[in-house]
């Protein structure tokens, strides 16, 4: 019978944040994507620009004197959706707040807008903000509910383009642009060769299920020891010591759907010899200088 399996990572530094492009119609804007603080928020965003469907999108929002009607609470932004049509129907999202991701809106800071008001709602449409804008932060009244918006990032390049669509015309007596901006595209930032390197390893999760009867988690920590080996051997190879990790924790897997539940050796074990670092084919599973809390996966007991 088919193993569904599902693993990931755990970093030993916070991850790099993501920088995406959107190409307009007045001009490129660059976001710079804060993973590390708002991973709920940054992944959702992510998502939509992946699947692109915030190509062929638009700026269609602009909030500025002239148009804003809160003149209480004031605040200066342009905002910006998915391409128009029916959409692919993913959740809303929860609202990461500015309280606890301690990202706030100021110049150029990336929110997400909130559906009818409501927190909790966060889809595709985010916002903008031209100038510190802490109206939009938790705690604001601007808000009856006064949980803000989520910012998930920042303008590194283009902040004349985000005024540019900001001054551009609307229709009489609203905030809508009018034309709106189009969105040509929207991409991740390829990285160039030699550049930024992945951040090392402390340890991998792995959950494996089997026709919804759940595995107990598998949790395994590499040492400091073993980290510097793969980061130093995958380096040799071209490659990253992150992604050494992954392609033996898909042969572990691969071994598991096969019906050996122990698979051909270790984590750590595949991993070291993956990069061309292990002494033999020992099972540095049995070595405590490079492996603590090993485990084999076990089945749950059903309830």
Same mark, same amino acid.
């Given at each position: 019978?088919? @193993?569904?399996?599902?693993?990931?990572?755990?970093?030993?530094?916070? *991850?790099? *944040?993501?920088?995406?492009?959107?190409?307009? $119609?007045?001009?490129?804007?660059?976001?710079?994507?804060?993973?590390?603080?708002? *991973?709920?928020?940054?992944? #959702?965003?992510?998502?939509?620009?992946?699947?692109? +469907?915030?190509? !062929? /999108?638009?700026?269609? %929002?602009?909030? =500025?004197?002239?148009?804003?009607?809160?003149?209480?609470?004031?605040?200066?932004?342009?905002?910006? /959706?998915?391409?128009?049509?029916?959409?692919?129907? +993913?959740?809303? &999202?929860?609202?990461?707040?500015?309280?606890?991701?301690?990202?706030?809106?100021?110049?150029?800071?990336?929110?997400?807008?909130?559906?009818?008001? %409501?927190?909790?709602?966060?889809?595709? !449409?985010?916002? &903008?903000?031209?100038?510190? #804008?802490?109206?939009?932060?938790?705690?604001?009244?601007?808000?009856?509910?006064?949980?803000?918006?989520?910012?998930?990032? %920042?303008?590194?390049?283009?902040?004349?383009?985000?005024?540019?669509?900001?001054a551009s015309p609307v229709r009489p007596g609203t905030q809508s642009l009018d034309p709106p901006i189009r969105i040509v595209t929207a991409?991740?930032?390829?990285?160039?060769?030699?550049?930024?390197?992945?951040?090392?390893?402390?340890? &991998?999760?792995?959950?494996? +299920?089997?026709?919804?009867?759940?595995?107990?988690?598998?949790?395994?920590?590499?040492?400091?020891?073993?980290?510097?080996?793969?980061?130093?051997?995958?380096?040799?190879?071209?490659?990253?010591?992150?992604?050494? &990790?992954?392609?033996?924790?898909?042969?572990?897997?691969?071994? @598991?759907? /096969?019906?050996?539940?122990?698979?051909?050796? $270790?984590?750590?074990?595949?991993?070291?010899?993956?990069?061309?670092?292990?002494? /033999?084919?020992?099972?540095?599973?049995?070595?405590?200088?490079?492996?603590?809390?090993?485990?084999?996966?076990? *089945?749950?007991?059903? =309830?």
């Amino acid at each position: 019978m088919p @193993v569904c399996a599902c693993l990931m990572l755990v970093l030993a530094q916070a *991850p790099p *944040p993501v920088l995406v492009i959107f190409e307009t $119609s007045l001009g490129a804007i660059t976001i710079e994507v804060n993973v590390a603080k708002a *991973p709920v928020t940054a992944a #959702n965003f992510l998502k939509y620009v992946d699947e692109d +469907w915030y190509d !062929d /999108g638009r700026f269609h %929002r602009t909030v =500025r004197p002239d148009t804003e009607t809160n003149t209480t609470h004031p605040i200066q932004v342009v905002q910006a /959706g998915r391409k128009r049509g029916p959409g692919p129907g +993913w959740p809303a &999202v929860p609202l990461e707040r500015t309280r606890d991701t301690e990202l706030k809106h100021v110049d150029g800071a990336v929110s997400m807008a909130r559906v009818g008001g %409501r927190p909790d709602s966060a889809g595709s !449409d985010f916002f &903008v903000v031209i100038g510190d #804008n802490p109206a939009l932060d938790f705690g604001s009244p601007r808000n009856d509910d006064g949980q803000g918006f989520a910012v998930f990032g %920042r303008v590194v390049s283009g902040m004349d383009v985000v005024k540019a669509i900001q001054a551009s015309p609307v229709r009489p007596g609203t905030q809508s642009l009018d034309p709106p901006i189009r969105i040509v595209t929207a991409s991740r930032k390829k990285q160039a060769a030699g550049g930024q390197a992945e951040a090392g390893i402390s340890g &991998v999760v792995v959950s494996l +299920w089997h026709e919804g009867s759940t595995m107990k988690v598998r949790s395994l920590k590499l040492s400091k020891e073993l980290e510097a080996e793969l980061t130093a051997c995958a380096g040799a190879r071209g490659t990253s010591s992150s992604s050494v &990790v992954r392609e033996a924790l898909a042969q572990y897997l691969s071994a @598991v759907q /096969g019906g050996s539940r122990r698979g051909p050796k $270790s984590f750590a074990g595949l991993a070291a010899d993956l990069a061309g670092c292990a002494e /033999g084919p020992a099972d540095l599973a049995s070595n405590p200088k490079h492996l603590a809390g090993y485990g084999q996966p076990t *089945p749950r007991r059903r =309830r």
